[in-house]
């Protein structure tokens, strides 16, 4: 059985790959870091029988982000004020030997609930992710985010598409 917990010293970051190399960094030599400097937090995917240092299968990171309302589709931009803010995914990456096993969905779909966690707290419109590149951008896309006018690879993902996505996962 898999779990999503915040990266911690008892996971394995080092073995981590993902056949990304800037992804890989983040996760080895960055993530830390910016947890503790409250920039962003880590979550990663682990097998929950796994001993320490656990194998990471997989993660994703999350930060608090502002936009221009302007930057977004103008059905989505017409009755907020010029700044808006949201929640970043700054990052999403499974591990080589567990690609394609759904694995980036189950990440996504935990990136979602912590988000709702977020909005119920403090607000905010919705997720935004920057695509790496259009095959990244057609992943986003099948789960209903939208790329912006401004930029075709940063795409946003808006709380209701969110809430209705969750409940439709619960039994």
């Known amino acids: 059985m898999h779990r999503i917990e915040p990266l911690a010293k008892t996971h394995d970051r ?6 990304s190399e800037p992804l890989n960094l983040f996760l080895k030599q960055t993530a830390r ?13 682990v097998n929950e029988t796994a001993t320490a240092p656990q194998p990471i299968l997989g993660f994703f990171a999350l930060n608090i982000c502002q936009i221009n309302s302007e930057w977004l589709t103008p059905e989505e931009a017409k009755k907020l004020p010029r700044k808006v803010s949201g929640v970043r995914l700054g990052r999403l990456a499974v591990a080589k030997g567990w690609q394609r096993q759904g694995l980036g ?10 988000f709702i ?3 119920n707290t403090a607000g905010g419109i919705g997720l935004f992710v920057d695509a790496k590149d259009q095959e990244a951008k057609r992943y986003y896309e099948q789960f209903g985010f939208i790329s912006l006018p ?3 690879l940063e795409l946003f993902l808006p709380v209701k598409t969110i809430q209705e996505a969750l409940a439709a996962t619960q039994p």
């Open 14 to 19: 080092d073995r981590f790959d993902c056949g």
């Open 33 to 45: 870091s910016h947890a503790d400097r409250g920039i962003s937090r880590t979550f990663v995917l």
């Open 105 to 114: 969905k189950l990440l996504l779909v935990a990136a979602m609930g912590k």
């Open 117 to 119: 966690e977020i909005f």
């Open 150 to 152: 401004s930029n075709e």
